[in-house]
Nanobody
Framework: VQLQASGGGLVQPGESLRLSCSTS????????IGWFRQAPGNEREGVSC????????IYADSVKGRFTMSRDLNMNKAYLEMNGLKPEDTAAYYC?????????????????????WGQGTQVTVSS
């Protein structure tokens, strides 16, 4: 099972990026997908998660109103649309997955809840 994040890059403050999470052998309808980020010296933090059951989303307070997470069940991909990027959004971004059968409580979008991780994609916001 593999997850691959892509779409990162170098942008100026205020600009936008769209990250994609591609999966093999992970059916989004039964796996909850999350986006996480980690800047040097910082812990990995949850950015957004989308529930496998109903597609409901959770966002970190720092990105609410700027980031939008979505999924395409036909393409088996998840996306993170990032608008109004700020220098503090600079980090390596990872997508992760956890099976619905692994969850014993509603998802809180924390790294410890997720069992599958892909390689990250770097997002750098700088003028």
């Amino acid at each position: 099972v593999q997850l691959q994040a892509s779409g990162g890059g170098l942008v100026q403050p205020g600009e936008s990026l769209r990250l994609s999470c591609s999966t093999s052998e992970v059916t989004l309808g039964v796996w909850t997908i999350g986006w996480f980020r980690q800047a040097p010296g910082n812990e990995r933090e949850g950015v957004s998660c989308i529930s496998s059951s109903d597609g409901s989303t959770i966002y970190a307070d720092s990105v609410k109103g700027r980031f939008t997470m979505s999924r395409d069940l036909n393409m088996n991909k998840a996306y993170l649309e990032m608008n109004g990027l700020k220098p503090e959004d600079t980090a390596a971004y990872y997508c992760a997955a956890v099976g619905s059968w692994e969850l014993t409580a509603p998802i809180r979008c924390t790294a410890s809840e997720f069992s599958l991780w892909g390689q990250g994609t770097q997002v750098t916001v700088s003028s």
